[in-house]
């Protein structure tokens, strides 16, 4: 399965920006559909975004579009999480996931990878301070 790090999380003020990424190896890159999830203390992970193998198709949970904006290169086999107008609520340890059989909109019902097709990153860690 594809290995993937994560890297861009930090202390940043409300009203703030950050910009994620998400480096994969190992793996065809291309053929894995490439999502974002967190979890914030206390909280169960949740769904993020989510971009389909060949970038045309994004899905998002309600309370991030219009701020957050996932895209993917393959060639450099890295997906991103561009979050802007960050709030205190947005505070959590951001985990990347792949995978193989998923689409975006199937991911963010599935909860994260299917098993044995896909994996997840470590997390990094993204504070917002109001």
């Known amino acids: 399965q594809v290995q993937l790090v994560e890297s861009g999380g930090g202390l940043v003020q409300a009203g703030g920006s950050l910009r994620l990424s998400c480096a994969a190896s190992?793996?065809?890159?291309?053929?894995?559909?490439m999502g974002w999830f967190r979890q914030a203390p206390g909280k169960a992970r949740e769904f993020v975004a989510s971009i389909s193998w060949g970038g045309s198709s994004t899905y998002y949970r309600d309370s991030v579009k219009g701020r957050f904006t996932i895209s993917r290169d393959n060639d450099k086999t890295t997906v991103y999480l561009q979050m802007n107008s960050l709030t205190p609520e947005d505070t959590a340890v951001y985990y990347c996931?792949?995978?193989?059989?998923?689409?975006?909109?199937?991911?963010?019902?599935?909860?994260?990878?299917?098993?044995?097709?896909?994996?997840w990153g470590q997390g990094t860690q993204v504070t917002v301070s109001s």
């Open positions: 996931a792949a995978d193989r059989v998923a689409t975006p909109q199937s991911m963010s019902a599935k909860g994260g990878p299917t098993p044995g097709f896909g994996s």
């Open positions: 190992g793996g065809t890159f291309s053929s894995y559909t």
